[in-house]
């Protein structure tokens, strides 16, 4: 498996308060992505980042931001948690875009919002 | 934006059985990959395809591409109690593109 870790890996937290999740990759990989995993709904991409404080949004970035300050760590916050964030979060990593970007994900977190 | 759509949601099969899920795209792909993601696990890669029409083979395992490359399936012949998860395909559109992940297929598999 490649080298990433999520924190935490399971969280129980009251709607209207802040949450991080962090991502630590030791791969060295270009391209970290946030992706959340609800039935019916697969893998949607929430924030990807291309570099070092160089980041985009996915097609369901409301609600979240995230920050890459270094090369191995990307950061997931959802500012003000509400009930419909409640999901898995995984983080991947790969070293291209487009054909061949293979991605390696995270083990996963899951988040409870009550 | 692109749409990746998964068929079945969900098949239940006796061990032995063949299975097949098909991944449609909304647009044309450059090439699609399948991952698998056991229950309780992370999705992991499986393979990817790049040519109209490719067909590759790992094992049991059989992936297609379609000749219009919109398409794709994933045949598991004599399925085993160790090919339960979810099958997702995932497509690129282009060199630059970002993977789109289908709604994924879980498959279970009894005795």
């Known amino acids: 498996d490649a080298g990433i870790t999520q924190s935490p890996r399971h969280k129980v937290t009251e709607t209207g308060t802040p949450v991080t999740l962090r991502c630590h990759q030791t791969e060295n990989h270009r391209y970290m992505y946030w992706y959340r995993q609800d039935p019916g709904h697969g893998l949607r991409l929430i924030h990807y980042?291309?570099?070092?404080?160089?980041?985009d949004k996915g097609e369901v970035s409301d609600g979240y931001s995230v920050s890459r300050s270094k090369t191995e760590d990307f950061l997931l916050t959802l500012e003000s948690a509400t009930s419909s964030q409640t999901s898995v979060y995984f983080c991947a990593i790969s070293d291209v875009l487009g054909a061949g970007n293979t991605i390696y994900f995270g083990e996963g977190s899951w988040l409870t919002v009550v | 934006g692109q749409q990746v759509m998964q068929i079945p949601q969900y098949q239940h099969v006796q061990e032995g059985e063949d299975f097949t899920t098909y991944c449609n795209s909304s647009?044309?792909?450059?090439?699609i990959q399948w991952y698998k993601q056991r229950p309780g696990g992370h999705p992991v890669f499986l393979i990817q395809l790049v040519k109209s029409g490719e067909v590759k083979k790992q094992k049991r395992l059989t992936f297609q591409f379609g000749e219009a490359k919109k398409n794709s399936s994933l045949h598991i012949t004599a399925t085993q109690t160790t090919d339960v998860g979810t099958y997702f395909c995932?497509?690129?559109?282009?060199?630059?593109?970002?993977?789109?992940f289908g709604t994924g297929t879980r498959l279970q598999v009894t005795l």
């Open positions: 995932a497509g690129n559109t282009g060199t630059a593109s970002k993977l789109t």
């Open positions: 980042s291309y570099g070092v404080k160089d980041t």
């Open positions: 647009t044309t792909l450059s090439n």
